[in-house]
């Protein structure tokens, strides 16, 4: 399984930025998708996470309101809007995918990754 995850960048306090993230080497339907972040000095913290069809989805309480998480599976991409960004946003922001379909939201429970991309907001 390969994801390679881009949308990342610089943006102002109550901006949006859209994150992408591209899938292949299985059925990209057929499993749970999930964004994380890590800013620095800190651990690796669940974002939102979405169910193989797209019907679930669940999100960290920071973000509830704020972020959308979605998928295309003609397109094998999940994504992540982000809208009203603050400073606490700031991160790098790793797309994810486990087998099973239980929303785990410890890094440990998923078990392929992204390369990760950066989000800075600027106050």
């Known amino acids: 399984v390969q994801l390679q995850a881009s949308g990342g960048g610089l943006v102002q306090t109550g901006d949006s930025l859209g994150l992408s993230c591209a899938a292949s080497?299985?059925?990209?339907?057929?499993?749970?998708m999930g964004w994380f972040r890590q800013a620095p000095g800190q651990e690796r913290a669940f974002v939102a996470a979405?169910?193989?069809?797209?019907?679930?989805?669940k999100y960290a309480d920071s973000v509830k309101g704020r972020f959308t998480i979605s998928r295309d599976n003609a397109k094998n991409t999940a994504y992540l809007q982000m809208n009203v960004l603050k400073p606490e946003d700031t991160a790098v922001y790793y797309c994810a995918t486990r087998d099973g379909t239980f929303f785990y939201t410890t890094p440990d429970q998923w078990g392929y990754w992204g390369q990760g991309t950066q989000v800075t907001v600027s106050s």
């Open positions: 979405i169910s193989g069809s797209g019907g679930t989805t």
């Open positions: 080497g299985r059925t990209f339907s057929n499993y749970l």
